[in-house]
């Protein structure tokens, strides 16, 4: 693959394939690795009588077709991804070449563009004037297929999709000896870069629109594999702008159109405005955000409390596409007025340790009140939790169950999981993991999603997804790239790694790996503002070696799992820790 940059936007170009599902018999003659991802090129025939269509050696299509007709030919471009076509083309002046994308096939081979409505297109006119060469400047689409259609004797001699998206810097790598989830992380990576552009996107094709739950549900997994600041502080500035007068912060930011009812204003969208600068505090140590938007976050903060009943906050979106007896929409298995609730009392708590962080004493003091009030009436609405992995975790992870209840709790959220495997959605889904990463059950988080059975990640792999989807079992009729289900990244660096922020910004960083499932390596390292930290191990038997770097002027405390291991503090440098495992008895 060729890596080129152009201004602010990184492309990586591939050549065009063939599908033997575009009516066209397909034989892989050379395959080609671009980044992680490996695409194949194909030869082919024309679909229509009027082209002619050949693959050299090098994977360079040629398309023609004689003057007077049209001739259309299908690609497939081995990888859905936000792309733009090169095209280069020749023939006479007036002729023209347009090219549709499409994320699926129809079974007759035909493009499916349904989803995302069907209408988009490049088109290019020829001025005649010898060999062409047409890229567009605005326009890019999310496609893996895309359909070339030449008419007026127009011959396209070489098409190449170009992959675009933020030029912002790749800090993390991970991999394990599963490799299923090392093809969990590429199929999620794709729709990350896929959906980073000026606006953190939900998808690059049907919408493109900056929905706010991804920013802090995914916030740490985008952060572990690139470097965004920069990026979510435009996102910032895009919901201080977008907000109204009221306080409330739609659900998308830049708001190009307006919604109504939860698609304008639920609670755990809307509480990106609070719940981002503390989390770029955390990566970054910087508290630039925090101080800007304090007046944003208090807004948002007061808008909620002016929505609730009895601190009660009972509307939005709630738990979206989680898996229940309904085509996956809004809240399905939990109670929107627990989510949103929840994220409340989250807002809220969070808004109390950045008015101290500020030196605000009196506010502080204030939002301390307010959460513990929230608190009380959560319990008194909810004596008993839902029977849902959303209604367990959530409560969990927030602190709204008490300390006593809290054993019953998780183990009755880990026989949930183990008896209807996944079904939480794009808001508890982080929640889960964090819930069970939090108390040591890790083991379970393995179980869930190494498998390909039932709706996951792995599932969607099994059904030829090359980027994550919208809906946990890929179905046709919801976005074939979108990163809004990715919160398993984290998951992968904070604990299977267990590279973690011990203070903000990692000055004081905190490895503790999860040593769970028939795992027997991981390789993983994170740039952050100090430098690079590096967390490896592997695992022969009962024999445990860690090997850590810490980058300088920072310290680690280092957990190493094992009857002769504890908790070590280190500095800067590399360290190696050996340790005897002790057997689960879980």
């Not at 994977?59 to 049209?70: E, F, L, Q, R």
């Not at 076509?85 to 002729?95: H, I, S």
């Not at 009196?362 to 959303?390: H, K, V």
């Amino acid at each position: 693959g060729l890596l080129v940059i152009l201004v602010a936007t990184v492309v990586i170009v591939w050549a065009a394939s063939t599908s033997a599902n575009l009516n066209v018999s397909a034989t892989v003659i050379r395959n080609c690795t671009i980044s992680t991802a490996a695409v194949g090129f194909g030869s082919y025939d024309p679909i229509t009588a009027n082209a002619t269509a050949n693959l050299d050696a090098a994977g360079t299509v040629t398309v023609a077709c004689t003057k007077g007709t049209t001739a259309t030919i299908g690609l497939d471009l081995g990888q859905n991804a936000s792309l733009m076509p090169r095209l280069t083309v020749k023939g006479p002046a007036g002729a023209f070449v347009t090219i549709i994308p499409a994320e699926l096939l129809k079974p007759s081979g035909e493009l499916d563009d349904t989803m995302c409505g069907g209408r988009s297109y490049w088109s290019y006119t020829l001025a005649g004037t010898g060999t062409e060469t047409y890229f567009p400047k605005f326009f890019y689409r999310g496609a893996r297929y895309l359909k070339v259609e030449c008419t007026g004797g127009a011959e396209v001699t070489a098409l190449e999709g170009i992959v675009v998206h933020s030029s912002a810097p790749p800090v993390g790598g991970f991999s394990c000896s599963n490799d299923l989830f090392n093809r969990i992380r590429t199929l999620v990576r794709w729709a990350q870069r896929s959906n980073l552009m000026s606006v953190i996107t939900d998808c690059p094709h049907r919408e493109k629109l900056g929905w706010l739950e991804q920013y802090h549900l995914n916030g740490p997994s985008l952060r572990y594999e690139f470097d965004l600041a920069t990026l979510f502080t435009k996102g910032m500035n895009d919901m201080a702008d977008s907000q109204l007068e009221n306080g409330l912060a739609p659900d998308i930011a830049p708001e190009y159109v307006k919604f109504s009812g939860g698609f304008r204003d639920s609670p755990e969208w809307g509480s990106a405005v609070v719940l981002v600068p503390w989390q770029q505090y955390e990566f970054t140590g910087d508290v630039a955000l925090l101080r800007r938007y304090y007046d944003s976050m208090q807004q948002y903060v007061a808008y909620l409390g002016s929505q609730a009943k009895g601190h009660i906050v009972d509307h939005g979106l709630g738990d979206w596409y989680d898996i229940g007896p309904k085509h996956p929409s809004e809240a399905q298995l939990t109670p929107k007025a627990l989510t949103a609730t929840a994220i409340y009392y989250e807002d809220v708590t969070v808004l109390a340790r950045t008015a101290r962080l500020l030196g605000r004493e009196d506010d502080a003091r204030r939002y301390d009140e307010l959460a513990g009030e929230i608190r009380a009436a959560f319990q008194t609405r909810f004596p008993d939790l839902p029977d849902s992995q959303t209604g367990r975790a959530m409560p969990l992870v927030v602190g709204l169950v008490e300390p006593s209840a809290r054993p019953a709790v998780l183990d009755a959220l880990v026989n949930d999981v183990r008896q209807k495997g996944l079904t939480a959605g794009d808001v508890g889904y982080r929640y889960l993991l964090r819930a069970l990463a939090d108390d040591g059950r890790s083991d379970v988080v393995f179980a869930m999603n190494n498998q390909s059975d039932n709706p996951g990640y792995g599932y969607q792999l099994r059904q030829g997804a090359t980027s994550l989807t919208e809906a946990w079992d890929s179905r046709r009729s919801s976005s074939q790239n979108h990163f809004m289900l990715g919160q398993i990244i984290e998951w992968f660096y904070h604990d299977l790694a267990g590279i973690q922020p011990g203070q903000p910004g990692f000055k004081h960083v905190i490895i503790k790996p999860a040593i769970v499932g028939d795992l027997t390596w991981v390789k993983c390292s994170y740039g952050s503002p100090y430098g690079r930290i590096v967390s490896n191990w592997t695992r022969d038997g009962n024999k445990l070696t860690m090997d850590v770097t810490i980058p300088a002027n920072t310290t680690a405390t280092v957990h190493v799992p094992g009857k002769d291991g504890g908790d070590r503090e280190v500095g800067p440098g590399h360290h190696q820790f050996r340790s005897t495992l002790v057997p689960s008895v879980r």
